[in-house]
Structures are given as structure tokens and as C-alpha cells.
């Protein structure tokens, strides 16, 4: 049992024998937890001297095991058994909150009278330590007990083996180890595949990905766990708790240990503040604890990055170096040491390379001195087998080792870039080969700008993985679109991939779409100059070079107008294709664009976006391809008003109802909606429903809900709506608003659940529809509030709030952009405001992006004239700021 006296910032051991046996109850409670509390005050003071953290946690060990010897003396429970150390305990790596693991090691011989004796000890003393503010995870066992167990659970095994001697019998802890040393117990070979087995299962619980904005700092890939799978496997197989005897066996270079500290020793300081900060176990890395964390270990705002980006980026540099070794461990200790897949054949991809086992590895040594484009070739050959799943230890070495060759001179050499221009023209059926690139540092030496953004992270919960990450996501879904197993997910984006000849423009324009990031500016217009500056720089075609420069200075734009504008209006239409330089800029921007929403975040992409952008998509095409210009408005009015009553003549009906219906609504319907939706809307006018009227069904790109209200016009409707909408936890997606001549309202929401996804219960959308019903028919008793929760996670980020009015000659309305912080009854506030303002709302364009809403109105005043007069905007503009920051 270590002693704290040897750490001399630490309070005395003496003081709390003392003390403790002198106490007794309530006293002795008091004594013990305020020792507790100055070891943890004391090891505090030390950490932000900067104490060594391996230190530190050793420290903490030894103070706890003082705190357990000393109690379990005094409760008299050391007669037949002894007090075992295990799990982080056990290693002697104890975070300031972290459970307190414990085996109690019962002698076997021990009659019925003393165990029953010993229980009752053991329960006080247990409870004594949870009242003193110990999390004590324990389990009280023989050592046949956990033989038996240890032999089914390979956590329980785990356990075992790292397990260290606090106090009591010491002679039950030297039986239990000549158990669990036998060889019969968990072989090495059999211990490693267990491991391998949790360690996969874990990374795929965490999507595979260890460049989570919100990443759990143990067991994330790259974490504190993955370090710990090198640290069993060894103890178990070498008997070596000390991870520097690898360098002795041969499994690491001194260059690589000394990086595989350092990777350790900072995330343990990140757990470390992050323990003291919260005043509990917590291991995840949240956006409330990360400036703080930031703070506590010095990071500062700096370079057009926040401290809370520099801190994150260092951490993701520390994850990368973990996994990488990690995988170089296990696959060095499974070829040189378990001889496991030596049976598989060998097999030739060409002069320099072979396949074997799944990997791919270099025939020479020194083939990438011979030939040093075979630093890019070998990737080209990943990115075509699907059979190679990793890089041979050997060869991964080599790759690092020979990364310091990538540098200007090496870029210069047309026959480097020949071979990296091959790469990067290849229609790629696996990402593997960027993702390796990626990994081994290649892809950052060949392109500088690139390995800048390495590691960066953006702090909003609109992005989900640092911007390297979500680059390697964007090229995974852009390839994945080669593959005929997944022709059935975007066929568009097939379809566009299968006719595309050369794909370099995309790949180019995937990787240098946020490149320019962290950098202070417009990241599109910082990209696009980077982007051409390296297309020529390798010798690309000028119409290529033009392309992919475009493509990024554009990869918003094709997102934007189908979230923010009304596309359905030709006027719209034109305005994008007048942007759009040819069919295959467009088709590029379309295969991005989708690419790129998806990889930014698992729960942004939803079959309304979708839906939006292929209808601007073949919509543009359209244009683009039209020989004849477009119908004017009164011919658009006429030809949807003839598509109208022709659908209702066939039913046999008379349409003079429909006619007089539509001469009723007036014009500006006719052009408000889609004619299936009018269609849809007078059959629903025509049954003489009852005021007010709700019906729903599904959009007819069958990618949202459409909501479709008819109510007499009234004050405050807008509001109301949406905060009804809102309490039956509906995410609005775009509006509608129409009123006719008469002061009858029919508005048209599209909504999505809080999934993501159309309604399509009955049961639901009928419970909608009737409280819907009921909250319009009774707006004052019913509308007013929206009980849903704001997430605690939004108060840690601020959101600067934006109203920009726009005025322009090809609209009759008045354009409205809000900019602010996301929270629910945000959009029922808005409309307040509207009322008081005495605004009409027209049409409304809801976009969510993580903590902030960019909403677009179409308004006018209450006579359908813009808004232009400086004063009333002003005016507008502050009861808009007073609605959104209420």
C-alpha cells in the first residue's frame, strides 16, 4: 500500500489516524470527509502548479488507500479477508471522482459464524464510505469465486490482473495470482482477441469516429480505453505494468512511446479538470464544460481561435496519435508475437505492393526511397480493393517515417503529382484510401492548407465533428454513391457519379470546401482562392482548376435558396440558374451539397431537405435546358387555373362551384400554391366545413406534412398557429400564409416530427388535428404557451441576433432574414411581434442550425405593399429584437 507522507503536498497520515481513532459517529464522519476534502484541495493547488498528472492520480491512489485502511481497521474487517485495489484503482491512475473499485477477498475457510460476523462488518464499513462521499463499485468474493467468474467475464479477468494489495490478508491475494497466472487462464491469445472484440464493439458505439465535437475522453476511439487495451494485453502477456518495457520487446520506437505519454498524460490533466470542475465523475467533453477546461489548462483566445478551439484541437491531435498506436500495437502483437494470419496468402497487386491478411504491405523496405511516389500509388491501390482493410504495421512505419520527404521540392515533382492527379481522377469504391492518406499525415503534406484544419473544431452544435472529420465523412458519402449496394439511397447523386467521367473536380472540392476555416473571413472565398492556387499548382486544366474554384466559393449557395427561398416561384428559379455557369457545375453543386449537409451532423439531414434540393435541383436543369423563355405570371395563373378545373372535371362534378371559388380567393392564390395543392385545398373548401378547419396529409414529395388551416383572419393568428403547433412538438419547416379578399385565411405548414420525419400514425395526426381545432377555436384560453423544454445546452453559446430587411424590384413583398439563438416559442414571439408591427406574413422559411434559426419571411404591411420607410423599420426591428431576446 502506497503511503500519502511521500507526496508532502498531501494532509498527514498520522493526522488522520489520529483524529479517527479518537472520534466516534458523527465525528469520525466529519474527520474523515474533511481529510478527503483537503487531499483533494491540496492535489487541486498542485494541478494548476502544473504537477506531473501521473503524479497526481498516484497521489489521489494513495490518499484513498489510506482513507480505506485506516476505516477498515477501525470497523474491525481485516480478520479473514483482504482489501484488493482493481480497475483505474488498481493501476494506481484515480481521477478526483472516479469509483473507488474494491474487491473484498474472502478466505474460504472461514466458518458460517465469522461470515455472517464479517458481513455485518462489511455492510457498516461499505456505508460508512458512501457517507463520507466515497462512489465505491465492490464486490466481496472468494478465490474460487473469482476464478470461476473471471474465467466467463473478460472484464472480470481484466480486473483480476491489474489488481493491487490495499490491506488485511495479503497471503489470499498471492493465492489468487498463482490462479490467474496458470496458463490456463485467458492465453494470451485468446485474452487479446476478447479485447479487440470490446475495443471493436466500443469504437462502433461511438459511429467509428474519434473527432466528436462532444467526445467521452474514455471511451471515445483514441481514448483513455484504447490506451488501456495496450496496457492489459501487455500486462498480461509480457507480466510488465510499464507500457517504456514495449520499447524492450520491439513493439515501439522510443519516438513512439514518448508520443503514446504524452497523448496519456494530456487527457488524464483534461479528466483531471474536468472531475474538479463538475464535482463529479464525468467523462464526457460537453460544449458547458469546454471553455472552462480550456481556462483551467491555460488555453487562450488567439490566431482567429477561441481557447476552447485550441484546446479541442489539441486533444483531437492526442486521440489521433493514441489510435494510430493502438492499431500498430495490436497488429504488431498479433503477427510478431500471436502469429495469428500467417497462413494466408501473399498476394501480388503489382511490382511494389502485396495483399496479405487483409493487408497491404511494401515488397522492399526501402521502396519508398527507390521510389517515393509510391507514397501516393499505395493509396490509389486501398482506394480500389475493398479487400484491404488496414496498412501493415511495417509499411505504416515506413509511410511516417518517410512523411518528412513530402515537402515542396517532393510537390514540384511531375512524377509525384502524376500519381497523386491518378489518385484523385480514380472513381474510388472505397474512402479507406483518403481516409488513410489522412491518417498517416500524406494527405496534409500534400496538400499544406489541409493539415492546418486538422483537428479544428467549431463550437456550435451545428457542426458534429471537427472539420477534417467532416471532410473524411463528405468524400465517404461522395464514394459512396459508386457503389452499387447503395444505388437505392440518392439515385440522383448515382445517377450524376455513374455519367461523371472525372471526378477529381469533386474530390478537389470536397476537401477544400472548409479549408479555409479558423482563419478569420468568408471560409467559401478563402477556400476558392486556395483551392485554384493549388490546381494550378499541379499542372490541372484551366476549366478545372475554374470549376473546382467555383464549387467552393458556392458550396452554400444551392443550401440556402431551397431552405430560405420560396422555389416554387420562377422568379426564384431564375435568379439561381443566373448564378450556375452550366449543367455540370450544377450537378457537382447538387452532389455537395447533399454530401455536405449529411456529413455535418447525424440529425441535420431530413427527407424535407432532401426533397427541397431536388426540386431546385431539376428545376434549375430544367431552365438551363429550356429553349423558350419562361410563361409570365398571368400565363402561369391561367395554365394552373385550367390544370385545376380539369383534374375536378374529371370526376364528373360540376366545376362551376370550383370556378366561382377560385374567382372568390382571387388571383394571388393561384400563384401562392402548387396546383396540387389547390387542388387538394378547394376539395377540402368545397365539403362547407365548419371554421375553423384543420387537414393534414403528407406533402406530395412525400418528404414532410402538410398542415393546411382555414380560418376568418384575425389578430395574433400567426402566433398562434406556431405555438400550437409548437406544443404538439411539431418542428416547422416552411409556411404559407394566404388571406383572401374576404379576411379567410389559408395557411399551409410543412412539418416534421421531433425525429426528423413525416407524421404517419392516424391516431397522431388525428390527436393533431382536433387540438389544433380546439386551441384556434379558443385562442385566448388555449394558444398562448409552449411548454417545451429549452435544452440546458443552449445557454452556454451566444448567437448575435441579425434582422436584414430586403427590398428589390423582383418581389411585391418585403423579404425578412432573422438571424438568433434557437428556443422553443421562438417563432410564436415573432409573430407577436408581426401583430403588434400590423405585418402580414406571407410565407415563412424555418431553418434550425444546431443553437441557431436563420428564418426568412415574406412580408408587407397590412395594405400588401413592401415595408421601404427607414423609420417603421427601425421601429419593426426593435420589437423583433425585444420578441427574440425576451
Partial sequence: MASPDKYNYLPKAAELVKKSQSAEGVERLKVYKNYLQAGLDALTKQFQKGTSIIQLLRARSALMD?????????????????LIAVGGYGREELQPFSDIDILVLLNEDSNDESSQSQNLELEAWLAFLWDIGLEVGHSVRTIAHCEALALEDISVATNLIESRFICGNRRLLRSLNERIKQPSFWPSEKFFQAKVDEQVARHIKFKETSFNLEPNIKSNPGGLRDLQVIQWITLKHFKSSSLHDLIKYGVFTRREYRSLLNGQQFLHRVRFALHVLTGKREDRLLFEHQKKVAEWLGFEDHDNKL?????????????????NLNELFLQIFEQEYLKLGQDADFIDLDEDFYLHNQRIGIKEPDLFLRKPHALIKIF??????????????????????????????????????????????????????????????????????????????????????????????LLRYIIRYNKSEFHHEFPLCRKIMKTLVDPTPLYLAAI????????????????????????????????????????????????????????????????????????????????????????????????WKESLLKELFLATKHYLTQSTPRANQNEMMEDTRQQVLEQFTKTGD???????????????????????????????????????????????SQAGTEVFIAVEDQPDLFAAITALLSQNHLNIQAATLFTSPKGLCLDT????????????????????????????????GRAGSVSRAVPTRLKYFTVKTRIKFINDNTSPFTTLEITALDRP?????????????????????IVTLGERVEDTFTISDRDNKPITDEKRIENIKHHLEQAINA
Fill in 66 to 82: 489510506h482513507i480505506l485502511a485506516t476505516s477498515w481497521s477501525q470497523f474491525a474487517v481485516n480478520s479473514y479477508s483482504a
Fill in 749 to 780: 405548414f410543412i412539418v416534421l416530427d421531433e425525429q426528423g420525419h413525416p407524421l404517419s400514425y392516424e391516431q397522431r395526426i388525428q390527436e393533431i388535428q382536433d387540438n389544433l381545432i380546439d386551441g384556434l377555436s379558443d385562442m385566448e
Fill in 512 to 607: 477544400f470546401h472548409d479549408i479555409g476555416k479558423g482563419r478569420g473571413g468568408d471560409h467559401s472565398e478563402l477556400g476558392a482562392v486556395d483551392a485554384l492556387e493549388y490546381c494550378n499548382s499541379i499542372g490541372l486544366e484551366k476549366h478545372i482548376a475554374e470549376l473546382v474554384s467555383w464549387l467552393v466559393k458556392n458550396h452554400l449557395i444551392m443550401s440556402l435558396v431551397a431552405q430560405r427561398k420560396d422555389i416554387s416561384d420562377p422568379d426564384v428559379i431564375e435568379s439561381f440558374a443566373s448564378k450556375i455557369p452550366s449543367i455540370l457545375h450544377l450537378e457537382l453543386l447538387y452532389v455537395l451539397t447533399v454530401s455536405d449537409i449529411r456529413a455535418t451532423n447525424p440529425t441535420l439531414w431530413n427527407s
Fill in 380 to 473: 490509389r491501390h486501398i482506394a480500389l480493393n475493398p479487400e484491404i482493410i488496414q496498412i501493415e504495421a511495417k509499411t505504416m512505419r515506413k509511410i511516417r517515417s518517410s512523411q518528412q520527404m513530402v515537402n515542396r521540392q517532393y510537390r514540384r515533382d511531375p512524377i509525384n503529382i502524376s500519381y497523386f492527379k491518378e489518385f484523385l481522377s480514380t472513381k474510388q469504391i472505397t474512402s479507406r484510401g483518403f481516409a488513410l492518406m489522412k491518417r498517416t499525415n500524406i494527405l496534409g503534406a500534400m496538400i499544406p492548407k489541409f493539415a492546418q484544419i486538422e483537428g479544428q473544431m467549431q463550437f456550435d452544435l451545428f457542426h458534429a465533428y471537427t472539420v477534417d472529420e467532416h471532410t473524411l465523412f
Fill in 307 to 323: 481557447a476552447v478551439e485550441h484546446l479541442m484541437q489539441r486533444y483531437y491531435r492526442a486521440v489521433m496519435i493514441i489510435r
Fill in 654 to 700: 360540376s366545376i362551376e362551384p370550383v370556378r366561382e371559388l377560385l374567382t372568390e380567393l382571387g388571383n394571388d392564390y393561384l400563384l401562392r400554391y402548387h396546383p396540387e395543392q389547390i387542388i387538394w385545398q378547394t376539395e377540402q373548401l368545397l365539403s362547407q366545413p365548419e371554421l375553423p378547419y384543420v387537414a393534414i396529409k403528407n406533402h406530395r
Fill in 825 to 845: 416559442a421562438l417563432l410564436a414571439n415573432i409573430g407577436q411581434a408581426f401583430r403588434d408591427c400590423d405585418i402580414e406574413v406571407h410565407s415563412a422559411k
